[in-house]
């Protein structure tokens, strides 16, 4: 009974242990961990470029690769005993990429982007390896970069980036029975990791253009699902925890965070941003029991991390080996290199011309400088000026000759000149302008024209490309007069509608019409005895659509009525009859 319990309290010791930290992350010279999202602590003051990172929970151990390191290129930090230990020598050459270890086999296994290859160690007690480690797979047009084990069932995965066959692919742990499990609608998958509770792969896929997704599906790539779809990340590692997946994206250089089944559209948290540094690989505190609970499968894992199982990890490696120097000679007896020409860096491992030409082709210089033959319609020592950018003026259209000159194309028929920068003078046949006003023609000063300052593709230049060269801003005899009587063909108009309106606005003031004539029911017709019928008229307006005759109270159907021009007589009567109170109009 008291055993039990004792067992009990260690394990949740150890939970407890183990739990201080939520993820941890490479970056730099440090490996960071974090725990609700705050770094908590620092660790690996002693390396240089970290990399890739991966975590065995039996074993309370992180491995991981350190690019610029003297002798070896994994590493392991046991986060019981804090120590260091250097597991594989640096081969010439390598790019590792991702590295996972089964503690199942005692196995560790990583991809080598360079060699296109996958390697492992074994770290059992009393086993025997090739100090760079052992081939596994020897790829020919894939090319491996994210692994991750499958511990319970025996299965190393990676993925392939060649993108125009991506895939992502699984085999034995010893190598054998390789097969394709993803190959469809798949860019380019960086990274991938295994879940044993779910059972389940994830991977992050850095799609064309600006984007990305996280997207998981059953161990033998069925049940596929897309978790979720964004833009601007640029993801390079990812993890699985008890309920979550991390990644590190080196668009936002960032950390983010997802729940393992998010509901629909839901956007990632972030867990800390970079600034300096880029994270490279992150891992997370996935305890053996979290990870195997209620899984038959994954029974000899899980005995494993109960059993306090022991690794090997005393590795040899030559202290000979000495400063990697890629493409130069180390000076003896001090940790420099001395590079060939053509080369720079720490290690040598940087072309001089690496980025040099932004338009062009780099060259050597025979003192090893580099210089640049631009591409057509560039210019500039590092082929960084477009040659047409700012030439043409006044909206002019910039090509290429076949000397690769830029040439303008003047729109508008209203400038001419190399650069479209004279104003075309119109000159009428009846009114042949005065000689002198030939010469107020614009006349932009030599320094406006050479004042052009040709675009630098450097984004510092950038703010200046806004500045245009306008033409003179004088007098102009042909545009300016137009102008002019534009303005005031405009005022006279609105002084018009001016006087329009008042005078309509005085129209409905008018007097109405009104004439009543007394119309007696009893007695018709009605214009038989005008005497007795009521009209009233109103608004009677234009007077000669008045064709509805009124009648006078006194008079009888007059003789005008029945000439040819009712209307006129009409409207006469009518202005007749009308009352003008105090009006003159
Ligand atoms: C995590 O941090 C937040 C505030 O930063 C705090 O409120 C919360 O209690 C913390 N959770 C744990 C488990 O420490
Ligand atoms: C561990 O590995 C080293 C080197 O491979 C070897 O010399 C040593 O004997 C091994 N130790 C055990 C306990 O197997
Ligand atoms: C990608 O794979 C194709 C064959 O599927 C191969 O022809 C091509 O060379 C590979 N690309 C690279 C960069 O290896
Ligand atoms: C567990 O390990 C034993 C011996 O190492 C092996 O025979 C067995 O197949 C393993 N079980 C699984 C599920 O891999
Ligand atoms: C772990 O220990 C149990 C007994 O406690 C044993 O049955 C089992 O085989 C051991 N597993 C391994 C991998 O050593
Ligand atoms: C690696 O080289 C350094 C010296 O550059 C040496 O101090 C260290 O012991 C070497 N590590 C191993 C594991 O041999
Ligand atoms: C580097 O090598 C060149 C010749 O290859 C030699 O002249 C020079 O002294 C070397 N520099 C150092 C620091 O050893
Ligand atoms: C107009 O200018 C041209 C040179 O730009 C000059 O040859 C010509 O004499 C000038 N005409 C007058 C009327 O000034
Ligand atoms: C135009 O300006 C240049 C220099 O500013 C002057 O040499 C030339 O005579 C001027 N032409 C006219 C037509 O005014």
């Given amino acids: 009974m008291c055993r039990t319990e004792c067992v009990l309290a260690l394990v949740a010791l150890s939970f407890g242990v183990a739990h201080s930290w939520d993820i941890a992350v490479t970056t730099g010279e440090q490996l960071e961990f974090y725990s609700n999202n705050t770094k908590i602590r620092n660790e690996g003051v002693r390396f240089r470029d970290l990399t890739a990172l991966a975590y065995d929970a039996v074993h309370n151990m992180l491995l991981f690769v350190d690019k610029q390191s003297d002798n070896a290129s994994i590493f392991s930090f046991n986060l019981g005993t804090k120590k260091y230990r250097s597991l594989v020598r640096r ?57 991750a084990v499958d511990s319970c069932r025996g299965y190393i995965y990676w993925t392939n980036i060649n993108v125009t066959k991506p ?6 742990l010893d190598g054998t029975n390789r097969e394709v499990v993803i190959d469809t609608n798949i860019y380019m998958p960086v990274s991938l990791a295994i879940d044993q509770q779910t059972k389940q792969i994830y991977w992050a896929d850095d799609k064309e253009g600006i984007h990305y997704s996280i997207e998981t599906a059953d161990l033998d790539g069925k049940n596929r699902r897309t978790l979720m779809v964004g833009t601007h990340h640029q993801p390079y590692a990812l993890t699985v925890s008890k309920d979550s997946i991390y990644w590190v994206d080196w668009g ?6 997802l729940p393992k089944n998010p509901p629909m559209y839901s956007e990632p948290e972030e867990i800390k941003a970079f600034n300096n540094e880029l994270p490279f690989g992150v891992v997370a505190n996935y305890q053996i029991e979290d990870q195997t609970h209620g899984n038959p499968e994954c029974e000899n894992l899980s005995s494993l991390s109960q059993n306090n199982s022991v690794i090997n990890d005393t590795f040899y490696i030559p202290t ?72 043409c003026l006044n909206n002019g259209i910039c090509s290429l000759n076949e000397k690769s000159q830029p040439t303008c194309q003047c ?3 209203d400038h001419e000149g190399e650069r479209c920068q004279t104003l075309i003078v119109l000159t009428t046949t009846t009114e042949a302008p005065p000689k002198t006003e030939t010469n107020q023609s614009c006349n932009c000063s030599d320094s406006q024209i050479i004042n052009y300052q040709p675009m630098t593709l450097s984004p510092e230049a950038y703010p200046n490309s806004e500045t245009i060269i306008e033409g003179c801003s004088s007098w102009d005899p042909v545009r300016d007069p137009v102008i002019v009587v534009l303005g005031i063909l405009c005022g006279l108009l609105c002084l018009a509608c001016a006087v329009l309106i008042t005078k309509n606005l005085q129209l409905r003031r008018r ?5 009543r004539i007394i119309v007696n029911k009893n007695v018709t017709p009605m214009t038989a005895r005008p005497d007795q019928c009521e009209i009233t008229i109103e608004n009677c307006c234009n007077m000669n659509i008045c064709e509805t005759p009124c009648f006078e109270p006194r008079s009888t159907i007059r003789p005008s009525l029945l000439d040819s021009k009712p209307g006129k007589e009409e409207k006469k009567n009518l202005i007749a009859n009308m009352e003008y109170p105090d009006d003159p109009y």
């Fill in 252 to 257: 936002y250089r960032s950390v983010w965070q």
């Fill in 411 to 413: 729109l508008g028929g």
């Fill in 91 to 147: 081969r010439s050459d390598e790019n590792i990429q991702d590295l996972t270890f089964d503690p199942v086999e005692g196995k560790l296994f990583w991809t080598d982007t360079n060699e296109r290859s996958i390697f492992w160690i074994s770290m059992k007690p009393g086993s025997k390896n090739n100090d760079y480690g052992n081939l596994l797979i020897k790829m020919d047009d894939e090319i491996p970069r994210a692994i």
């Fill in 167 to 172: 895939t992502i692919e699984r085999a034995r």
């Fill in 511 to 515: 007097p109405r019409i009104k004439k």
């Fill in 320 to 391: 000979d080996v000495g400063l990697f120097c890629v493409h130069g000679i180390k000076v003896s007896g001090k940790p420099l290199c001395n590079c060939t020409v053509g080369y720079t860096g720490e290690r040598c491992d940087i072309s001089v011309c690496q980025n040099y030409c932004f338009q062009g082709d780099c060259s050597l210089t025979s003192d090893g400088q580099p210089t640049c033959n631009c591409n057509n319609g560039y210019s500039g020592n590092r082929c960084e000026v477009n040659v047409c950018t700012g030439y």
